[in-house]
């Protein structure tokens, strides 16, 4: 009961917005006491996001170009040295079709998203692909996906057209970063990326994987700050799911633990909303992994406010797992959307029709 009392004032001060939190309140409020602490974290989530944007729900059309990786990531599907997959690129007439197909379908905005390739062959393509999108009829935004690059190519791309990127961080903590990359991934090295990216003039996104082994609450705490020091415009997170290609296969996925992954990211959209407020928080794919039905519903009303409905070509989705139980693996874009049209209406949101849907707090940090 007096637990459930200093949660709900928590809660409270937190909802307000006047009050920096640390890291132990942060954690604290990760960790809400009983069912109906963790439910009101999740209005009180609701309505923030409501506040801010309405009842309205930016899509972004999610184009997985190419599986081609250079990084040998131990948790990803598609690392260089999992033989299984065979690795595509589409071509550039197959992505020029997702993009229209994503404008057409009123998304707004659309997602590049690829393995992480660095040679002058693949930046040269994605500066040509985002110039010839931006010539499309009614060109959605763009966001790209491809890792770590020089501020030279981030600024070729900025200057190309394209507005968004999306680089994780996977974990802010260094032992838990090492301990799911090779050597020479370094968390160093990919705080440097996110700051070029930031540089470039990139809204600028980042996230985490939820439910990593000998990840705990603490370190999402910690996660959070990290998103609020380098003053992030998005977030994207869900679930770390094990992928049977991949060194970490193994990792535990008892009921219990699965069950812990999709509440702690339940918990950790909810209280990113509440800690960083007028950023955009996607509902991932990954939720729905874990939740067919309901998951990238209960990722928003627990206060994301973006979808990226999958808009690529069907052909190649089986090559892109980079975890298991990936959803939709045969469903086109028009399937895709109809049923997302379906869940939305049934949770009360409504989608933000052919808007670039750019993030507020961009809008504010760029004005100042
Ligand atoms: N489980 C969950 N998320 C994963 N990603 C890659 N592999 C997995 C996995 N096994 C996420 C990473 C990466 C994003 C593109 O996909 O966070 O940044």
């Known amino acids: 009961m007096k637990n459930q009392k200093k949660y709900l004032e928590l809660l409270n001060t937190a909802a307000a917005g006047k009050v920096k939190l640390n890291v132990r309140q942060i954690e604290a409020l990760l960790s809400p006491p009983d069912e109906k602490c963790e439910q009101k974290l999740f209005e009180a989530a609701l309505e923030l996001k409501r506040e801010l944007f309405g009842n309205l729900v930016n899509l972004r059309g999610l184009i997985e170009f190419s599986n ?30 997702s993009a229209e ?4 379908f009123g998304y707004g905005a659309v997602v590049l998203q690829s393995g992480e390739r660095d040679d002058v062959q693949f930046t040269g393509q994605v500066t040509a692909l985002i110039k010839k999108i931006n010539a499309v009829p009614n060109p959605p935004a763009i966001t790209l996906s491809c890792g770590e690059q020089s501020l030279k190519t981030y600024r ?37 990326a996110l700051r070029r990216i930031r540089r470039a003039g990139f809204q600028t996104g980042t996230g985490v994987m939820i439910g990593l082994p000998g990840q705990t609450l603490k370190h999402l705490a910690r996660d959070i700050k990290f998103f609020r020091d380098i003053d992030v415009d998005m977030i994207g997170m869900g679930p770390f799911l094990p992928q049977q290609d991949t060194p970490m296969g193994n990792a535990d996925n008892s009921p219990e633990t699965i069950q812990r992954r999709f509440k702690w990211a339940l918990r950790m959209i909810a209280v990113t909303r509440l800690v960083l407020r007028d950023v955009n928080i996607a509902s991932t794919t990954a939720l729905q992994a874990l939740d067919p039905e309901n998951g990238r519903e209960k990722g928003l ?11 690529g070509e069907v052909a190649y989705r089986k ?49 100042k």
């Not at 197909?101 to 057409?104: E, I, V, W």
């Not at 009303?301 to 808009?311: D, H, K, Q, R, Y």
Request: hydrophobic share 35%; with cysteine; glycine share 6%.
């Open 101 to 104: 197909l994503a404008s057409q």
């Open 68 to 97: 081609i990786c250079k990084c040998d990531c131990l948790y990803c599907g598609i690392r260089k040295s999992n033989r299984k997959v065979t690795r595509y690129t589409m071509s550039e007439t197959e992505i020029l079709h």
């Open 156 to 192: 070729r791309w900025v200057k190309a057209g394209a507005k968004r990127y999306l680089l994780r961080i996977e974990s802010s903590t260094p032992e838990l970063f090492n301990a799911i990359h090779p050597e020479f991934t370094t968390l160093a090295k990919r705080k440097a």
């Open 301 to 311: 009303l627990a206060g994301a406010n973006v979808i990226m409905p999958n808009v």
């Open 319 to 367: 090559d892109y797992q980079l975890y298991n139980g990936k959803p939709a693996l045969d469903e086109n874009g028009k399937n895709i959307r109809s049923a997302l049209l379906k869940s939305l209406r049934k949770i009360g949101e409504e989608p933000r029709w052919d808007s670039s849907g750019d993030p507020i707090h961009f809008v504010k940090r760029t004005a």
